[in-house]
Structure formats: structure tokens, C-alpha cells
């Protein structure tokens, strides 16, 4: 493949490795400072690109998005906190014929970790004497707080029990690079489900199994739609 990488943090700079690794090609990186509003994503920018890794900041994130559906070039986004406007973006996607994967979390662990927290809600569904929270610790550098991984656990969560109320609480400090904890905490024992990320290279693997499924489709899909069918 070869490959665009839009934003050029830590993720972006870790798929490149790796893609080359993988022996894909990249063939333009664009970096913040310079693409205010997509403004860098031209065609002549994009000529030689197939695919398009997307992880920037949710204010920037829309305008991307749509600019590379515009261009036709298949992205993998894995920048959260933009979905309020994923309606916009998937219009132009489906007006272009254009292809989009994102996901709050590109690590295949933590996609099986949402199904399981959702059948651990559903089995403590009625149960009151046990109250349900979540826990997420990330580096002291990440933007948003709760993480996109901590809002897709509560949703999970919802799914299983949705009279419960699921509060979460989050700690930016150090380095690590992601630990979601569920927990339902009665007054003599307590039960705790838990994914800890060892390192950042699990989400830039996900993220560029990604774009191999994704190159030659049409449509949005997310990543539970890749790994596991239907909707995800």
C-alpha cells in the first residue's frame, strides 16, 4: 500500500514504522501545523496515496475525513471524540464512493474486552447490592478524558444493563499507554474485569491490518465490523 499519514504524533509516526516494516510505502506525510481545515489535502498532495491514516485532534478530524472522502482515498481514522458529526462524514463518504474504518481502540483485545464487558453487565443485571464503575489511566499527554475506549465500555456496559448506572473516572499521569478497568463492587467482594495496553504498537498493528481489509471497499465500517461481521 501506499500510504498518507495525516497527523504525525506518536501513532502516526509508529504506523509509518511499522507499514514500512510491512513492507508498504508512505507516500506523504501532512502534519498539523500545515492543514488547517483539510486545506493541505489536495489532490496533487494525495496523487500517489491509497491509503490514509487519520489521527489528529476532534476539532481537526471532520474536515479530514471529509477532504480524503472528497479525494477518494480509503482512511483509517483513529482519532476520537469527533462522532457527533459522523453523520456529515459518512454523506460525502457514500456521496464519493469512498471508504472509512475508525475506532476508538484498534486493539483486537479490547474489542473482545467491550463484548465481555457487555455479558458481565447483562449476568449483574437486577443485582443492586453490587454498584458498576469504570476506571481508565492513560499518559499524561492524552487530550481526552474520559478516553473514546471508556465511553465505548459504557456503552457496552449499557447494552448488558442498562438500569445501571455506570460512572466513569479517569487519571492522566506518567506513561502508560491505556488500562480500562470495569468493576461492580459489592459490600464483601468485588468483581474486575480489566484491558491493559503494553504498549502503543498494538493500536498502529490494528490500525494497519485495517487498511489492508479496507483498501477496495466502499462504505464506513468500524473496526468490530472488520474483526467480527454485520454490525460489529
Known amino acids: 500500500m501506499r500510504i498518507a499519514l495525516i497527523g504525525y504524533g506518536r501513532m502516526n509516526q509508529l504506523v509509518g514504522r511499522l507499514a514500512e516494516a510491512r513492507g508498504h510505502t508512505i507516500a506523504t506525510i501532512v502534519t498539523g501545523a500545515e492543514n488547517a481545515g483539510g486545506s493541505a489535502l489536495t489532490a496533487e498532495r494525495l496523487s500517489s496515496a491509497e491509503v490514509a491514516f487519520e489521527c489528529t485532534r476532534p476539532e481537526a478530524a471532520p ?5 480524503l472522502a472528497q479525494r477518494r482515498i480509503a482512511t483509517v481514522c483513529a482519532t476520537t471524540g469527533w462522532l457527533e458529526d459522523l453523520p456529515d462524514v459518512t454523506e460525502v463518504v457514500d456521496q464519493h464512493r469512498a471508504a472509512l474504518l475508525y475506532s476508538a481502540n484498534f486493539s483486537v483485545g479490547a474489542q473482545l474486552f467491550f463484548r465481555t464487558a457487555e455479558d458481565l453487565a447483562r449476568r449483574f443485571a437486577g443485582r443492586s447490592e453490587f454498584d458498576g464503575y469504570v476506571t481508565e489511566t492513560h499518559h499524561a499527554t492524552k487530550r481526552d478524558a474520559p478516553s473514546g475506549t471508556a465511553r465505548r465500555v459504557v456503552e457496552a456496559l449499557i447494552q448488558g444493563d442498562p438500569r445501571r448506572s455506570w460512572p466513569i473516572t479517569s487519571i492522566r499521569g506518567g506513561y502508560d499507554p491505556g488500562n480500562h478497568e470495569v468493576v461492580l463492587d459489592a459490600a464483601h467482594e468485588t468483581i474486575t474485569l480489566t484491558h491493559a495496553a503494553r504498549s502503543r504498537e498494538v493500536f498502529a ?3 494497519i491490518a485495517a487498511a489492508e ?16 461481521g454485520g454490525d460489529g
Open 205 to 207: 498493528v490494528g490500525a
Open 213 to 228: 481489509w479496507l483498501r477496495g471497499r466502499t462504505g464506513v465500517f468500524t473496526f468490530s465490523q472488520m474483526l467480527f
Open 63 to 67: 474536515a479530514n475525513l471529509i477532504a
